[in-house]
């Protein structure tokens, strides 16, 4: 280990049933460097985090901080001690002020201490701005995300621990966060980096760790690596890249015209005269930042939430709007919402008993009222043996898996029921490169069968490599769709922010 180090890590070793997640991993993080943390899914990232900040304890090894050993207790000892920590999916009450759920997360000092004037400083000094006042469910996500960065800020961090961190920002916001964490690290905290996003990675960070199978297979400088061959690095394989889109090429099987709901939620979106269609063998694409109305067109869609008049959505000739979802799986509907844990799967429930939950019409679970366990068994083995997804047996809890393999299995068993038509929100939220590329290889094999395929993603690499068109939405209002060839990832990026207009601007207008 270096003598500069801030953090050591020494055969930091967590096990649980059945599963050994890290296996005598060390390594160590200087002080100003941003490091990052590169992993599969499964291979241990998460749980060795939350061993640094206090949230599970070692079984085996030792770390030190700063030069002293280090042991937290729960993460309030983490943050005493220097270290923050922004999580993938955010802690924010959506009622509550910008200043109010900071107050939740610092000491009771700090709240009390003119905190509203502190949040202005920091927020502004770092150009995060931020207005103590707002409500936080008036918010965009990239700005709910600028909360959690300064209330670690606030803390004046030694280490900041960052995971996933641009998954829904904008290529914009994307910038603004990269030069922050730069001066940051220029100031002397160290940054903890993961991200599955390996273009980042190749050009934020300094140094880079990398696990398989809970254990330190490889430390590298990523700037000299290409994402190809740190994704090899992650896999131990060669990784196979996803071929081409495919084209448009038979009749209409989903049809949208003016579609217009509103939002039954606090703080939703509504969504105004959405109109567009997907031919037999196209991948429609459909970017936007988080909060922009996604969640409610993916209930409208599927069946969730019904429209006003049934011919507001066609399948295959058949007016649906205002049938629910097991009326639109009969028509070989299959979906994947975003949220993994809870709406695409029942934490409690066995993987095979999710796999009954939306394939017994598909796969004919189901029998007279009567589940046939053996058919549903081999059917979850099938989606774990095809999509790799790591887990025990099909008998453990669908909360037993890691977000990354929950999410492979609750694509793998809509992929495996061969839809007509496949709606996917986030497709690939949290997976490894190798996952992603074998969704985006299974995704383009279904459109060239002849499904119809809507893909919703705020991931912009993701749909210019699979979609035939890619629409914008933007506070409930969709762009109309351009193939993709005539648009650019910094043209869907302004669109995002709210232009949509009739046609994306030519280059030169852009750049204006």
């Given amino acids: 280990m270096a003598d500069t180090a801030l953090l050591e890590l020494d055969g930091l070793t967590k096990r649980f049933p059945g599963v050994l997640a890290n296996d005598a991993v060390s390594f160590s993080i200087g002080s100003g460097e941003i490091h990052a943390l590169l992993g599969e899914n499964g291979a241990g990232k998460s749980t060795l985090v939350k061993m640094i ?16 050993p280090f042991a937290p207790a729960r993460p309030f000892d983490a943050r005493a001690a220097g270290i923050g920590m922004v999580f993938q999916h955010f802690s924010l009450f959506s009622a509550l002020t910008v200043a109010e759920n900071i107050s939740l997360g610092v000491s009771p000092e700090m709240a009390k201490d003119n905190l509203r004037s502190r949040i202005i400083e920091v927020s502004t000094a770092y150009g995060l701005r931020l207005d103590p006042d707002r409500l936080v469910g008036t918010l965009s996500v990239g700005e709910r995300q600028r909360i959690e960065i300064v209330r670690c800020l606030l803390q004046d961090p030694k280490l900041l621990i960052m995971d996933e961190p641009t998954s829904v920002l904008t290529p914009g916001e994307v910038e603004t966060l990269f030069k922050t964490l730069r001066r940051l690290a220029a100031e002397g ?6 991200s599955h996003k390996l273009e980042e990675i190749r050009s934020l960070c300094d140094r880079a760790t990398v696990l398989r199978g809970g254990k330190v297979v490889a430390e590298c400088l990523p700037a000299e690596k290409t994402a190809k061959s740190l994704a090899e690095m992650m896999i131990g394989t060669t990784l196979t890249v996803a071929s081409r889109q495919t084209t448009a090429t038979g009749d209409l099987r989903y049809v949208v015209s003016d579609l217009s709901i509103k939002s039954d939620v606090p703080f939703g979106t509504d969504l105004a005269g959405i109109s567009f269609d997907v031919a037999a063998g196209e991948i429609f ?9 996604q969640s409610e067109l993916m209930a409208a869609l599927v069946g969730e939430q019904l429209a006003v008049k049934a011919g507001a959505i066609v399948i295959d000739g058949k007016e649906v709007g205002r049938s629910g979802p ?18 695409a799967a029942v934490p ?7 796999a009954v939950l939306s394939a017994q019409t598909g796969q004919g679970l189901i029998n007279w009222g009567f589940i046939n366990i053996n058919k549903a068994v081999d059917f979850a083995n099938r989606v774990v043996k095809d999509f790799g997804v790591r887990t025990a047996g099909v008998g453990h809890a669908a909360r037993s898996l ?20 496949m709606i996917a929100n986030q497709p690939t939220w949290g997976v490894d490169a190798n996952a992603a590329a074998t969704i985006h290889q299974v995704l383009l094999d279904l459109a060239r069968d002849g499904a119809a395929i809507i893909i919703i ?15 914008v939405i933007a506070e409930g209002n969709l762009s109309v769709a351009d193939p993709v060839g005539q648009v650019t990832v910094e043209m869907l990026g302004i669109r995002m922010g709210g232009q949509t207009g009739d046609r994306v601007a030519d280059t030169n207008e852009v750049a204006v």
């Fill in 457 to 471: 993603s705020q991931d912009l690499d993701e749909l210019m490599a699979i979609s035939t068109r890619i629409a």
């Fill in 53 to 68: 900040y206090g949230v599970m304890h070692p079984d085996e090894g030792s770390m030190r901080f700063g030069g002293a």
């Fill in 348 to 354: 409690e429930m066995s993987l095979w008993e999710n």
């Fill in 189 to 194: 905290c160290s940054i903890l980096y993961i």
């Fill in 285 to 293: 694409g459909i970017a936007g930042v988080a909060g922009n109305g």
């Fill in 402 to 421: 890691s977000g990354g393999n929950l999410q492979k299995f609750t694509v793998g068993r809509e992929i495996l029921q061969s839809p007509n038509v």
């Fill in 326 to 343: 097991l009326a639109r799986r009969r028509l070989g509907l299959c979906s994947v919402p975003e949220e993994r844990l809870g709406h």
